[in-house]
């Protein structure tokens, strides 16, 4: 089944909680929570003060994406704060093998994400850690950009390595992902969507859910 995960950084952060009832209505899996540093990013977001007070009005899985530096250093509050997925950037990572076993060591699921720009080979080594792979399809540390096509084919090529280890691993793509191009994703290989402007950005965002789920 192909996993719906929605970023709140297009949300109304002045109405979140009204923004989160209506996807988690609407039916999504979980919620992407995106967290930026303005160091790792040219952005800055939210942190676990914010996502402590999301995880008491929702029973969504929640997903964080950390776009920062040294992420060892708040992996603990992050779980405290109600975190269930918990994904560092390899980029990020002096040494993401050790990032990993801290993660896991909370008793919650940990992912490794990719830049655009980044080779998947940088995932050979770590692969039967993870729970799920992050590909980025858009160049971190903002919402609305332009999903990036070469990515198609990391996706296809991501899935055939996980495959070929016998492995069962969640595939994330994240950026610049819409109605009208979740299909090819999806047939790529990712089986789990995140969707910020096309989600929260909307009009009508349960009738944006539903959309996406008629296409996936
Ligand atoms: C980008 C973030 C994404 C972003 C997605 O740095 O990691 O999660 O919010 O937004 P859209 O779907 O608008 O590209
Ligand atoms: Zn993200």
Redesign the pocket.
Known sequence: MVKLSP?I??ANFANLKEDIEKVEKAGVDML?I?VMDGQF?PNISIGPVVLKSVSKITNLVLDV?L?IEEPDRYIKEFVDAGAHIITVHMEACTHIHRTIQLIKSYGVKAGVSLNPGTPLNELEYILDHVDMVLLMS?N??????KFIPIVKDKIIKLKKMIGDKGLNIDIEV????KVDNVKEVVEAGANVI?????IFGAHNIEEAVMDFRKNI
Request: glycine letters at 24%; aromatic letters at 4%.
């Open positions: 970023s950084l297009s992407h995106d990013v994406h776009m858009v971190p540390g903002f919402g609305g950009q994240d950026g610049g992902i995140v969707a910020g402007s096309a």
